[in-house]
């Protein structure tokens, strides 16, 4: 089968699997907190089964930890959108959860001597505190229904995928990354074609938790630095921005149409200079 | 004394090594050589696009051979490589062969080879049976290996040389990135 192909099938298979669950969520209302996680959950699932093989558990390979998040910080997913008295359980679950769930995939880079334990404590912690950052202040653009919100997260994947494969040198978290913001695609046709569809908090959530999930896999086994993940983790923030009091009194147009000048601008360079100083280098 | 040993790891993925080493020991008829990495190679080859090979090898490795003429079975080789060292001509190749999608290097930066067993063959020939250990997973393979030479070099120490050629399939361990789409098993 060409790569091509392949590719294309394994988009296929995982937004579908995907898309199922946030359709059931778009009628089952009262289920939807519920749902559209799951659906982004074993989206990825499949999609890592497609490109990784089967997982096993505990994984030897650490970066087979991605397989693992998606399933485990599911209710970290269920618990963003958790209603508002209740939040204070989100937020402190998110930072724990961040916490526990990155160690496992970074500690093995203290055993084999790459990182020092000093050095692997302070990476851990930032990363985790990285995380429940993004996941706490992009949630709530999950509420906003229409395609806006999975265009910009689906363009943060498609750059994140673009500096994977040309900065970090992994075809693989290439592929995991994009293929995940192509899922959130998905969300873009049904924001389209569905009346006031959205993917929710708990699967914003979810979502940046895998892409951060990756690019810390990335910084700790492939060629990611820490300037280009830097800027990763800043791009991610994009959607959040339509949540800026100044930008919530702004035409419809213009909340979506900043912070994809800023993702296409800032991302779009930088994967284009990557791309450049690849190919200068000689194809593999 | 040194030691030569010829190694090819075939079916999709193939590697070729040479190793030369120096007398360490005698022990009664067991001789124990220490492998020289210069004049030593491992060699590997890959089936890319399902067109043509792609090779490579490692530069960094270390080991030693104990070898009984009279007593093959008291024969055996450790040897240990630096996954890191690989070498295909090609960075950006190198870079990618060392992360995550193959190697993993940061998390498994040796791959070894124990041998358990050697039988003799024929007067040229043994074959050893060992365990290769490479990304974390320990796999048992037996491979033939051909006695190519003996002599001395420049410093008047003793060397032999061996070769042997064989084939893996990288998703024994836990190699699978791009099965036989973008590359072979």
Redesign the interface.
Known sequence: MSVVIESTLTAGLAALAAGVFWLLGWRLRRAHIWLAPLGVSVGFAVLFWRVQGRPDFPPLDATHWAFWHALFALPLGWLAGIGASYRWVWVWGALLGALWLLVPPLYPLMQSGYWSNMAGVAYIMAFALATWLLMTLSAPVGDEAGAAVPFLLATVGGISAGVLFYGAKSASLAQLSGTLGGTIGLGVVFGLALRRFHLGRGAIALTVFLFMSLWTTALGFANLTLGQLTLLYLLAFAPALRLLPALKRQSPAIRFALPLVILILVGGTVVWLQYNAYMAQGVN | MAKRFQTRFWAHVAILSTLVGSLQSVQAQAVTYRIDPVHSFIVFRVKH?NTGFAYGRFNSFTGTMVVDERNPANSSIELEIDANSVD?G????D??LR???FF?A????KITFKSTRVRKISNNTVEVQGNLTM???TRPITVRVEFTGKGRNQRGQEIIGFETTFTIRR?QF?I???????LAD
Not at chain 2, 106 to 109: A, D, L
Not at chain 2, 176 to 182: E, P, Q, R, T
């Open positions: 696009l295909t090609n960075s950006q190749r870079d990618h992360n995550p999608d993993n940061r998390q498994f930066p990304r974390g997973v998703s836990n699978n990135y791009g099965l036989n789409v973008a």
